[in-house]
């Protein structure tokens, strides 16, 4: 001891352990333990209620990382907080599909390898990668959650950065057709970085980088699978946006960097909305939009080799570019018609395209006029009691609700182009390559998803994002909402559940042939489901068009969950939609076996209209004192791969309670 606070320990291990002789530990040949100012500001000591402005701080030199008597690393100096020791190694993944070979899959703590101190709220990661049938990879992550400044002004700062890279040697296997495609250059990878900036409540800066290296059109959705089908696009955004009451803000900014998806580069674009503003201070409600921008869109390039990777461009992005500018305007005046809740309504808009799909000026101006109305009627029954369904009184509850809306547009939507988009990368891909196979490059009307978007109202709104999709229509909106609730809980805290729910749904368009395909019924929605008991409920949707080829999508199943330990799901879902004929059996399985011991997922999922098998995966994860241990398999049919994996997680250290893939499993 080398003073109060200054210690210094030779042939030592420290270990987050709670054993007597810990399963895993860090033995180093020397130990230093001193006090250090802590970066950012102070905190409150619990015990003392003093400021706190140091933290107790471990550096080690000749370090062995040890699990049971297995060195397992090595790193000449570690250094980090005693409270967390930044153990070196967040993770360890072996296996094995017929994509990537054998996998080696690695992650370290950079700041206990540097010993960097970070911030609190930081968090800097390396990721070192070897596939056998690929290559080698490297990667970074690095995420913040902190308190700053920027301008002379305080902010809260949160976001991320996560650089990888492979040097591949392999080929792309993107499922049935798609096989064995060639990347276009040895080295691959992408840059994804996003940060949010609150200067203020209400008023915060977006910053986004998304870049593929190389133009790589297929590295996202071969290395990036989940990102990529559910995720964010990529783009490169700078977006600043004030909101205030009922008044928002915003100036938008983004530039392409990857000739293979469809965006607009906006230079800039401002968008200003006013939302149920009193006129004058009558009852008549004022709501606008209003944007104008220099706008550049740019069209997807197709793949090398069209051949084998079939691919149109989608028609409704062109290159055009050019000023575009559009306000649209609203007057409401609702009002109490008895028991009816009535709110009819005019909109109007004008809109501008330097450049429309022909390389001509286009001025759009739009109008509509129509009605909203709802009423809801209720039926109470305190004395419907059964305790096997789990009913303590029960309360039926139902909203009847419509809109006539009567649309006319100056312009056809088919002369101009789609700057704002309405669908992400992995759709816009899907229906590229959809196009030529299906329908031979030419895409019926019934199938454009624009066409769809103007049946199903989504540009009508005055604050539509995508103000482009409206055209000629008249379309009545019917829908009702009922409501079966109960009571559960103690009987002085009993709180009110819905029990079953079931919402109907249908659009009628008068003038069917030019708004429906000849059928003056369409979009028929219906969504319910039972809550048999807090723990099982039956579930059921589906949409429905009656016009010849018109879609039909739909879904049953049954959710039971014994609380936190576990769940089942058993589902069919039938999609039929022209050349589409779709019928899946679905189930996944997860259950903890023992709250400190076992977790088990399995899913499995069959077509019935083509007699396949489309796939499985099964997991059992381990958890122990000081890891978790994963194990999985799983099968993939369109791809037809195979895979094996074995991960080993430490438990230890900030990031052990926290663990994304423990959560997961228990449905945290």
Known sequence: QYSETNFHAKNAFFTTSEFGFPKYRVEASDVFVRQVPKLGPPTVN????????????VSSQNNRVVVGDVPIFYAPSLSGPAEDPHIPIRSVKFGYSGMFGGELETEFDLDGIFGLQLPQGVDWTAELDYFTKRGPAIGTKFEY???????????????????????????????????????????????????????????????????????????????????????????????LHHQRDNFTASITATARSNDFVNQTDWLPKLDVTLLGEPVFGSPVLWSQHSSVGYGHLHQADGPPN????????????????????????????????????????VLGEAAHWQEDLMGDELTRFFGAAGVR??????????????????????????????????????????????????????QERFRSRFLP??????????????????????GRSVSSPYHELVDDQQVLWLGMRHRWQTKVGPPQQQRVIDWMELDLGTAIFPNADRDNFGEELGLVTGRYAWHVSPRTSLLANGIFDVFDDGQTVWNVGVLSQRSAR????????????????????????????????????????????????????????????????HFGLGYDRSRDNVGVGISIEPKFGSYGSGSTQLNSLLGL
């Open 373 to 426: 109305a709802s009423i809801q009627f209720s039926k109470y029954m305190p004395h419907v009691r059964n305790s096997i369904l789990g009913l303590n009184g029960l309360a039926h509850k139902v909203v009847f609700d419509m809109d006539y809306f009567y649309g006319s547009s100056t312009e056809n939507l088919n002369r101009i182009p789609q700057y704002n988009e309405f669908d992400d990368n992995a």
């Open 46 to 57: 619990p015990n003392t209620g003093q400021l706190d402005n140091t933290l107790t701080w």
């Open 306 to 345: 069209p051949f084998v990777d079939p691919f149109s461009p989608l028609p409704y992005f062109q290159d055009s570019q050019g000023l575009v500018a559009m306000t649209r305007h609203e007057l409401s005046l609702p009002f109490q018609l008895g028991a009816v809740n009535v709110a009819p309504y």
């Open 145 to 239: 959650d902190v308190q700053g400044g920027a301008f002379g002004l305080p902010m809260h700062h949160k976001g991320f950065l996560t650089p990888y890279a492979i040097y591949d040697e392999g080929r792309d296997n993107l499922g049935w057709g798609r096989r064995s495609l060639a990347p276009a250059d040895h080295v691959r990878g992408r840059i994804l970085g996003r940060n949010r900036s609150e200067i203020f409540p209400g008023t915060y800066i977006l910053g986004e980088v998304g870049h593929v290296l190389n133009n790589d059109r297929n590295f996202n959705e071969q290395y990036f699978e989940t990102d990529w089908d559910t995720g964010k696009d990529l783009e490169n955004l700078l977006y």
């Open 566 to 629: 576990g769940s089942v799901y058993l589902g069919y879902r039938e999609v039929q939609a022209g050349p589409i004929d779709s019928q899946l059996i679905t189930g996944s399985f997860s259950y903890v076996m023992s709250p400190n011991l076992y977790v088990a997922t399995f899913g499995s999922s069959f077509d019935i209209a083509e007699g396949m098998d489309r796939g499985q995966s099964l997991t059992l994860t381990r958890i122990g004192e000081s890891f978790l241990f």
């Open 437 to 458: 196979i299906e329908f031979g490059g030419t895409l019926p009307a019934i199938y454009d998803p624009r066409m769809y978007a103007v049946r199903a109202g989504a």
